[in-house]
């Protein structure tokens, strides 16, 4: 009996030692640095297996996962431009996607690119992060985007869930405000598309709307996608009114945060409601057009869909 007792309690503790000890992310992370010519291409395997092993491996809360509960994502770095032995300049790519209740289905949460990416890289040099300093570009941008990744995700299962990883992003770009790289200060890039915007808007009360739709879409559209269909898009319908309703109050001038939600949603929505009844799809195609008007003749083109 005492051995069997042994024998299941180390069954036991390495059972919930895997659940303990498992990250928050599922990360994929590919550098491409085509453009950049002479170079030594080792160096790029390099920071490629770092960064998938700083993005993987780094605890980022104080929150139980399982291994099936760890967040998909995508960190694609595209390298334009090498200004020194160590230093590199170029786009990072953010991508996010949810799991949708009872299917198969992975819905895009995120889809953006930062184009205001330059940072200095060493090879064989620890990655370390410290949410309270700025200590490098590389570690600084990553665990930005890390944040609001988990900021985005949680947003999506309980109603502004992701408070608590948005001001840990909004930490990270206080303590970067005197970096030399840009991306971090109010008047880097242009039409206020930087990280002090996206993570300005996301905790800005004017903006909560956005964050109400991020929940409702996603529990009362996606979630019932499969059991009742023409209830979940009618509840679509309504949810896009809390961005109509920001974007008409318009809180700043661009509304960063409005154009990176429908960024990622267009796609999917236009493929929804092509099926959708006549009338419901004018007054998708009306909302959509308004609040997205950069996307204006896809959305048009749901009128003229047929169901599948």
């Known amino acids: 009996m005492a051995y069997h007792f042994k024998y299941y309690l180390i069954i036991f503790l390495v059972f919930l030692t895997g659940i303990i000890n498992a990250q928050e992310l599922n990360c994929n992370v590919q550098i491409s640095a085509q453009r950049i010519q002479g170079s030594n291409r080792q160096i790029f395997e390099s920071m490629q297996k770092d960064l998938f092993e700083f993005m993987n491996n780094t605890v980022w809360t104080n929150h139980v996962f399982n291994y099936a509960e760890r967040i998909d994502c995508n960190i694609l770095i595209n390298l334009t431009d090498q200004l020194s032995a160590d230093e590199f300049k170029g786009t990072i790519q953010v991508q996010l996607s949810r799991p949708v209740f009872n299917t198969t289905?992975?819905?895009?949460?995120?889809?953006?690119?930062?184009?205001?990416?330059?940072?200095?890289?060493?090879?064989?040099?620890?990655?370390?992060?410290?949410?309270?300093?700025?200590?490098?570009?590389?570690?600084?941008?990553?665990?930005?985007?890390?944040?609001?990744?988990?900021?985005?995700?949680?947003?999506?299962?309980?109603?502004?869930?992701?408070?608590?990883?948005?001001?840990?992003?909004?930490?990270?770009?206080?303590?970067?405000?005197?970096?030399?790289?840009?991306?971090?200060?109010?008047?880097?890039?242009?039409?206020?598309?930087?990280?002090?915007?996206?993570?300005?808007?996301?905790?800005?009360?004017?903006?909560?709307g956005i964050r109400q739709f991020l929940y409702e879409y996603n529990l009362n559209g996606l979630d019932k996608m499969?059991?009742?269909?023409?209830?979940?898009?009618?509840?679509?319908?309504?949810?896009?009114?809390?961005?109509?309703?920001?974007?008409?109050?318009?809180?700043?001038?661009?509304?960063?945060?409005?154009?990176?939600?429908?960024?990622?949603?267009?796609d999917e929505l236009i493929n929804i409601f092509s099926g959708a009844f006549p009338e419901e799809k004018s007054r998708v195609v009306q909302i959509l057009i308004e609040i997205d008007p950069a996307n204006k003749t896809k959305y048009e083109a749901i009128n003229s869909a047929t169901a599948p």
């Open 226 to 266: 499969e059991s009742k269909i023409a209830e979940a898009r009618t509840s679509m319908v309504e949810t896009l009114k809390l961005i109509q309703d920001v974007y008409r109050k318009k809180p700043d001038p661009f509304m960063y945060l409005v154009e990176v939600v429908m960024e990622a949603k267009s």
């Open 105 to 208: 289905y992975n819905s895009t949460m995120l889809n953006f690119i930062d184009n205001n990416f330059q940072f200095k890289y060493v090879e064989f040099q620890p990655l370390e992060f410290d949410p309270n300093t700025y200590r490098s570009s590389l570690v600084s941008v990553l665990a930005y985007y890390t944040y609001m990744i988990l900021g985005f995700d949680y947003d999506s299962f309980s109603p502004m869930g992701g408070t608590e990883f948005y001001q840990m992003a909004e930490k990270i770009v206080t303590a970067a405000q005197n970096a030399p790289e840009p991306g971090w200060k109010p008047y880097d890039g242009s039409r206020n598309h930087n990280r002090y915007w996206l993570v300005k808007n996301v905790l800005d009360k004017e903006y909560e």
